[in-house]
T-cell receptor, first 110, second 113 residues
Framework: DVKVTQSSRYLVKRTGEKVFLECVQD?????MFWYRQDPGLGLRLIYF???????EKGDIPEGYSVSREKKERFSLILESASTNQTSMYLC?????????FGPGTRLTVL | KQEVTQIPAALSVPEGENLVLNCSFT??????LQWFRQDPGKGLTSLLL?????REQTSGRLNASLDKSSGRSTLYIAASQPGDSATYLC????????????FGKGTTLSVSS
C-alpha cells in the first residue's frame, strides 16, 4: 500500500520561530510536493521536487524553503513563521501522474 | 491560465440516491484528471485517475469520466451511503511530467440516512 507520512498532525508555533515540517514516502517516487490548504482558497502548491536536491517553486513559495537530501524525504521550512502561515499543510508524492497525499499537518502560528 | 471549477460547492442527498459530481477545466490540453476524497481535517485520498487517452475509470460504486473536448469530468456515485459524506476534489494535470496539478475547490457531499 502507498504510504506518505507527515511528522506531526498538529503543531503550534510562535511568530518568528523556524519551523520544520517533514514528509516521508515509502514508494520510491521521484516527485514530492508541498501544498497548503485554506478555506475558500483551496489547495495551493508551495514547492515541489522532481529528484534529490532538485526543487521548483510553486504558486506561493514566499516565506518557505524546502530540502530534499534523500529520495524518500521532503522537508518544508518556514524560516520565520508568521501568523498568515497558519494553515493545513499537505505533502504528496507521485511517480508520474497519480499523486498520493499524507494526512496533513495543521499548523497554528501565534 | 488553467482553471478547474467544481459546481455546486455543496450537495445534500438522501441515502440510496445515485449522484453526479461535476468538474470543469479551461484547458483541453489536459494530460490526466484525478478525483480525491477528503474527510474533515484529513489528507486527500486518491479515488480515480483518468489518463487523457481514457474516457472513464471505475472503482466499485464510483465511475469517473473525462471529456476533453467539452472540458468536463464527472464522478458518478451509485447507491450513496452516509459514509460517502466528504469533500470531493478534482484535479487536472496539465504537463507531461505530472508536476502541475490544478485543483478545484471541491464539492462537499452530505448523505443523510
Amino acid at each position: 500500500d502507498v504510504k506518505v507520512t507527515q511528522s506531526s498532525r498538529y503543531l503550534v508555533k510562535r511568530t518568528g520561530e523556524k519551523v520544520f515540517l517533514e514528509c516521508v514516502q515509502d514508494m520510491d517516487h521521484e516527485n514530492m510536493f508541498w501544498y497548503r490548504q485554506d478555506p475558500g482558497l483551496g489547495l495551493r502548491l508551495i514547492y515541489f521536487s522532481y529528484d534529490v536536491k532538485m526543487k521548483e517553486k510553486g504558486d506561493i513559495p514566499e516565506g518557505y524553503s524546502v530540502s530534499r537530501e534523500k529520495k524518500e524525504r521532503f522537508s518544508l521550512i518556514l524560516e520565520s513563521a508568521s501568523t498568515n502561515q497558519t494553515s493545513m499543510y499537505l505533502c504528496a508524492s507521485s511517480l508520474r501522474f497519480e499523486q498520493f497525499f499524507g494526512p496533513g499537518t495543521r499548523l497554528t502560528v501565534l | 491560465k488553467q482553471e478547474v471549477t467544481q459546481i455546486p460547492a455543496a450537495l445534500s442527498v438522501p441515502e440510496g440516491e445515485n449522484l453526479v459530481l461535476n468538474c470543469s477545466f479551461t484547458d483541453s490540453a489536459i494530460y490526466n484528471l484525478q478525483w480525491f476524497r477528503q474527510d474533515p481535517g484529513k489528507g486527500l485520498t486518491s479515488l480515480l485517475l483518468i489518463q487523457s487517452s481514457q474516457r472513464e475509470q471505475t472503482s466499485g460504486r464510483l465511475n469517473a469520466s473525462l471529456d476533453k473536448s467539452s472540458g468536463r469530468s464527472t464522478l458518478y456515485i451509485a447507491a450513496s451511503q452516509p459514509g460517502d459524506s466528504a469533500t470531493y476534489l478534482c484535479a487536472g494535470g496539465f504537463n507531461q511530467a505530472g508536476t502541475a496539478l490544478i485543483f478545484g475547490k471541491g464539492t462537499t457531499l452530505s448523505v443523510s440516512s
